[in-house]
């Protein structure tokens, strides 16, 4: 069994910045693609950003420029840098990984979400 725990949200100032970490724990061959998707209330989730094994990432418009998402894979675990933050960005932030169980086998999974409220 695979769990991702995610870290670091809370309350900020528009202009601030938060950084959120999501540590995967359980056993597993390898972990893929990992990623950000956020929720605000009454909206839809969406994507953030995601990075591949290999370090490439990938951005939602809104947040280009300003969050960097990076992983430590000898920790597994991904990490989201987010500056110059935005009340429209406030929204639970969840993180989400596909883990391999062998060469052979993905899973997908979610951590639980952390919530950034961003005041104006």
């Known amino acids: 069994q695979v769990q991702l725990v995610e870290s670091g949200g809370g309350l900020v100032q528009a202009g601030g910045s938060l950084r959120l970490s999501c540590a995967a724990s359980g056993s597993f061959f390898r972990i893929d693609d990992m990623g950000w998707y956020r929720q605000a209330p009454g909206k839809q989730r969406e994507l953030v950003a995601t990075i591949t094994s290999a370090g490439s990432t990938n951005y939602v418009d809104s947040v280009k420029g300003r969050f960097t998402i990076s992983r430590d894979n000898a920790k597994n675990t991904v990490y989201l840098q987010m500056n110059s933050l935005k009340p429209e960005d406030t929204a639970v932030y969840y993180c989400?990984?596909?883990?391999?169980?062998?060469?052979?086998?993905?899973?997908?999974?979610w951590g639980q979400g952390t919530q950034v409220t961003v005041s104006s």
């Open positions: 989400n990984a596909n883990v391999r169980s062998n060469i052979f086998i993905s899973h997908n999974y």
